[in-house]
């Protein structure tokens, strides 16, 4: 009997034990669940938002000439170094004119000597000593060679290529004794003073184009962006292409791209001044919607938000957020709602973005 009473004592100590025990790890795991999860977080701020989209243009002086010879002719002179710049209005080029330049001569003898007969002539018709039709014809003769002598100066004109606008010149492709016609290029003027660049964007962001309209461009090998303005625009979209071709010219005259260069312009097509952004982390993806995390009252609460512009750093919220509210970044998929949350202390002081969770102006881009 007393045996049996040992086993039962035995059986009631092991019970207490084990439940014991239990009721500890039920204690330990509820002080742990109770524990405050600690997180990364951003400050909801209104904040410059623009966004903007890159195509392709190409660099071109603001004028370029293919300068040709009007007539077929020998070059004795040049007068222009290659990659000089040069004003407008400077002979470049020389052709032989020895023959224009004698008829010319003579022709200048035959109206001095038209002349003379025609005021002898007008003497004699005072006292009728001339009828009127003789008078007329020497008239006529002076008339007759003064349009000679301008056909002549004409054509010694075309004889001299000259420069036609401030610029520099490009490489040449004549020398001295060439005989040249008119479908020979001499040379070109290209006037690099000021630069513009064409362009075309897509039919959708054409109303984002017009005259005025600021943009930026870089090109490549230079680590600088310059500013352009535009100034034309075509007047109707490309039907092959579904592009609106635009010019833009370039705005700080010391810009100095290599025109011909291909450049990637970035044009504005829209811009808010109180957009909220936050890191792409938060967002939390549902089946229907999209949710983030805030800290309310200690406590994890999930919000439906709706995404507007995304971008490498961030993403554009429309609603569902307020500025001021704390939202989580990091652990987004182990938190729950109710959750306990503590906030992890922001270490670099230097850091605007790290110390307040504001966020810095974001860019959205697209490459068209």
């Known amino acids: 009997m007393s045996k049996k009473i040992n086993y039962i004592l035995v059986i009631a100590l092991a019970i207490s034990f084990l439940s014991s025990c239990k009721k500890k790890d039920e204690s330990k795991d509820k002080s742990k669940s109770t524990k405050p999860i600690v997180v990364d977080w951003v ?20 004028e370029e000439t293919v300068l040709f010879p009007e007539i077929s002719g020998r070059i004795v002179r040049i007068n222009f170094e290659e990659g000089k710049f040069v004003k407008r209005g400077t002979l470049l080029v020389k052709l032989f004119d020895d023959d224009l330049q004698a008829q010319l001569k003579k ?7 038209a002349e003379q007969t025609l005021q002898r002539q007008s003497q004699l018709l005072k006292v009728n000593g001339i009828s009127q039709a003789d008078y007329d014809q020497t008239v006529y003769q002076i008339n007759a060679i003064n349009g000679d002598i301008d056909v002549l100066k004409a054509q010694i004109r075309k004889t001299e290529i000259i420069a ?13 004794g060439t005989v ?15 630069l513009k660049i064409d362009f075309s964007v897509p039919e959708k962001y054409s109303s984002n184009v017009h005259v005025g309209s600021k943009i ?4 490549n090998g230079s680590k600088d962006e310059f500013d352009a303005r535009v100034i ?23 810009a100095q791209p290599t025109p011909g260069a291909f450049a990637t312009i970035s044009l504005i097509v829209d811009e808010k001044g109180n957009a909220i952004v936050i890191p792409s982390q938060a967002i939390i993806p549902q089946e229907k919607s999209k949710k983030v995390i805030i800290l309310e009252n200690g406590k994890a609460k999930f919000v439906d938000v709706k995404i507007g512009l995304r971008q490498t750093a961030g993403v554009e919220i429309t609603a569902g957020l307020s500025p001021n509210d704390t939202v989580i970044v990091s652990g987004v998929m182990f938190v729950k709602p109710n959750d306990s949350l503590k906030l992890k202390e922001k270490k670099d002081p230097k850091n605007t973005g790290s110390n307040n969770g504001e966020l810095a102006t974001k860019k959205s881009h697209k490459e068209v």
């Open 43 to 62: 400050v909801a701020k209104e904040t410059k938002l623009s966004d903007d989209i890159h195509v392709s243009g190409t660099i071109k002086p603001f």
């Open 107 to 113: 022709s200048g003898a035959q109206l001095k000597l």
């Open 164 to 176: 036609p606008y401030d610029g520099r010149l490009g490489l040449r492709n004549i020398s001295l």
């Open 180 to 194: 040249v016609t008119p479908s020979f290029a001499l040379t070109t003027i290209r006037d690099v003073q000021k």
């Open 216 to 219: 930026k461009f870089a090109v």
């Open 232 to 254: 034309a625009t075509e007047q109707g979209i490309d039907a092959s292409s579904r592009n609106l071709k635009s010019r833009a010219i370039i705005s700080q005259p010391n």
